[in-house]
Nanobody
Framework: QVQLVESGGGSVQAGGSLRLSCAAS????????MGWYRQAPGKEREVVAL???????IYGDSVQGRFTISRNKSGNTVYLQMNSLKPEDTAVYYC??????????WGQGTQVTVSS
C-alpha cells in the first residue's frame, strides 16, 4: 500500500502564496505520475499539476504561469508552489500518485482558502 501525506494548506489573501507538500511512503512502486488535483464545492475534481517521468509537467489551464510543481531527488515528495492566488483557487487540494500498473492513490486532502 502507498500512503500520501499532504501539508501546507491554509488561508491567504488574494495575491498571496502558499506551498503544498506531499510525501509518499509505503510500498515501492514505479510511478507513472504524481501531483495535485483540486475540488471546489459543487465542482468536479480537476487536474492542477502533475509530474511524469522525464520531467514531463502538466498544468491545468487556470493555474498555468502561477503554480509550479517540483519534486525532491528521490522522487517521493512533490511540492506545489502557488503564487498570485485568486479566490477561485479556493478548494480542497488532493495529492495523487498513479502507478505504472494503473492503481491511483490519494491523500486526505488539504484545504486552501483564498479571500478577496
Amino acid at each position: 500500500q502507498v500512503q500520501l501525506v499532504e501539508s501546507g494548506g491554509g488561508s491567504v489573501q488574494a495575491g498571496g502564496s502558499l506551498r503544498l507538500s506531499c510525501a509518499a511512503s509505503g510500498r515501492t512502486i514505479s510511478i507513472a505520475a504524481m501531483g495535485w488535483y483540486r475540488q471546489a464545492p459543487g465542482k468536479e475534481r480537476e487536474v492542477v499539476a502533475l509530474i511524469r517521468p522525464g520531467a514531463n509537467f502538466i498544468y491545468g489551464d487556470s493555474v498555468q504561469g502561477r503554480f509550479t510543481i517540483s519534486r525532491n531527488k528521490s522522487g517521493n515528495t512533490v511540492y506545489l508552489q502557488m503564487n498570485s492566488l485568486k479566490p477561485e483557487d479556493t478548494a480542497v487540494y488532493y495529492c495523487s500518485l498513479t502507478a505504472n500498473f494503473g492503481a491511483r492513490y490519494w491523500g486526505q486532502g488539504t484545504q486552501v482558502t483564498v479571500s478577496s
